[in-house]
């Protein structure tokens, strides 16, 4: 972006599910997306291609579900997949985001909870007081997307350095 800001797309695993018959015989890892899940990640897509710029990365999880709801999504841009993301403490995440390259100014991470709120709620501040804040603080449902604006380089965004600017729930 030219004023050097950016956007960072904070998303929730869509819902997931275990396998028939299998509920002890899989890891939590290892977990698959359930049939409303496949629709919500499409969804999800379809709401990130229309009101958010053309993601130029992802940081993604490796679990199962959030593969496949990135897969499910159609969001087609260079995704790094990394471990550090599941189970993931909100300092971690912030640590794999100061990892991107300043060329990349539209940013989607896909996660888990609790993470995703506490990441999207720090950045944003104590003091952010708005619709998405207030929602973000009660529920972040799978397939939620909070979206912030960060003004600077990836590699210095830390707390409270992001504003809070939409929080969309696909259903």
Request: net charge negative; hydrophobic share 45%; with cysteine.
């Amino acid at each position: 972006m030219k004023d050097g800001h950016r956007r960072l797309v904070l998303m929730r695993h869509a819902k997931s599910s275990y396998p028939p018959g299998f509920p002890d015989q899989i890891a939590d890892h290892d977990r698959p997306l359930a049939p409303r899940g496949v629709r919500e990640a499409g969804l999800a897509g379809d709401w990130l291609r229309a009101n958010v710029p053309a993601v130029e990365e992802v940081l993604c999880s490796t679990a199962t579900r959030a593969r496949e709801t990135l897969v499910r999504s159609g969001i087609e841009a260079p995704v790094r997949y990394t471990e550090r993301l599941y189970a993931a403490a909100p300092g971690t995440v912030i640590e794999e985001i100061n990892a991107v390259s300043d060329e990349v100014t539209t940013l989607l991470v896909v996660g888990h909870e609790p993470t995703i709120s506490a990441v999207a709620l720090a950045l944003a501040g104590a003091g952010t007081n708005n619709d998405a804040a207030q929602r973000i603080s009660t529920k972040f449902p799978t397939s939620g997307i909070a979206v912030l604006h960060v003004a600077g380089c990836w590699q210095h965004l830390e707390l409270e350095g992001a504003a809070l600017v939409a929080f969309h729930v696909p259903r």
